[in-house]
T-cell receptor
Framework: ETGVTQTPRHLVMGMTNKKSLKCEQH?????MYWYKQSAKKPLELMFV???????ENNSVPSRFSPECPNSSHLFLHLHTLQPEDSALYLC????????????FGQGTRLTVV | GQSLEQPSEVTAVEGAIVQINCTYQ??????LSWYQQHDGGAPTFLSY????GLEETGRFSSFLSRSDSYGYLLLQELQMKDSASYFC???????????FGQGTTLQVKP
């Protein structure tokens, strides 16, 4: 248990579906992140939020839409995904700053069919 | 581009010492972190080097040389539970943004 909770843990969706991933942290952190982890590839940073404001969008396709309503919650809204979007989506939080530890959730294993 | 290179796999026996190297190329660099990830688990923080030199935390040590754009993670007295993937990650800004290497899968054998 890292203090970062992601739901659902597993998700199967069709290419025409709309779904949302949820991330919650009660560690008092100011920064939250979405990462994508695919087999044989590094963790890829997708989005960064600091104090609820998006500070980084790493050229992510618009079919992925993040939302940060408050500093404890982060969502990733998904629509019209492709099979190659199947991956483990990890949420993390930290105090911000280069030397701070990032706490990761267990991830959502997404399969697009 | 920005990239971190590390070996894809390392195998060692219980009780041994293993070193996982990481070279990086980033547009900005504040420091190097190491994370451990067991199969099906979340990545967990192991160490951070902001300055050149060695940082020691129990059986694990991490080293950084900024002039060589190089770092390593040293694991001593290996145990079976150390079998996992190990990622180096560069802090490319002061916002907590991390750029990860591909990960090194460590297999510890009896």
């Amino acid at each position: 248990e890292t203090g970062v909770t992601q739901t659902p843990r597993h998700l199967v969706m069709g290419m025409t579906n709309k779904k949302s991933l949820k991330c919650e942290q009660h560690l008092g952190h100011n920064a939250m992140y979405w990462y994508k982890q695919s087999a044989k590839k590094p963790l890829e940073l997708m989005f960064v939020y600091n104090f609820k404001e998006q500070t980084e969008n790493n050229s992510v396709p618009s079919r992925f839409s993040p939302e940060c309503p408050n500093s404890s919650h982060l969502f990733l809204h998904l629509h019209t995904l492709q099979p190659e979007d199947s991956a483990l989506y990890l949420c993390a939080s930290s105090q911000g700053g280069a030397d701070t530890e990032a706490f990761f959730g267990q991830g959502t294993r997404l399969t697009v069919v | 581009g920005q990239s971190l290179e590390q070996p894809s796999e390392v195998t060692a026996v219980e009780g041994a010492i293993v070193q996982i190297n990481c070279t990086y190329q980033t547009s900005g660099f504040y420091g190097l972190s190491w994370y451990q990830q067991h199969d099906g688990g979340a990545p967990t923080f192991l160490s951070y080097n902001g300055l050149d030199g060695l940082e020691e935390t129990g059986r694990f040590s991490s080293f950084l040389s900024r002039s060589d754009s190089y770092g390593y993670l040293l694991l001593q007295e290996l145990q079976m539970k150390d079998s996992a993937s190990y990622f180096c990650a560069a802090a490319s800004s002061n916002t907590g943004k991390l750029i990860f290497g591909q990960g090194t899968t460590l297999q510890v054998k009896p």
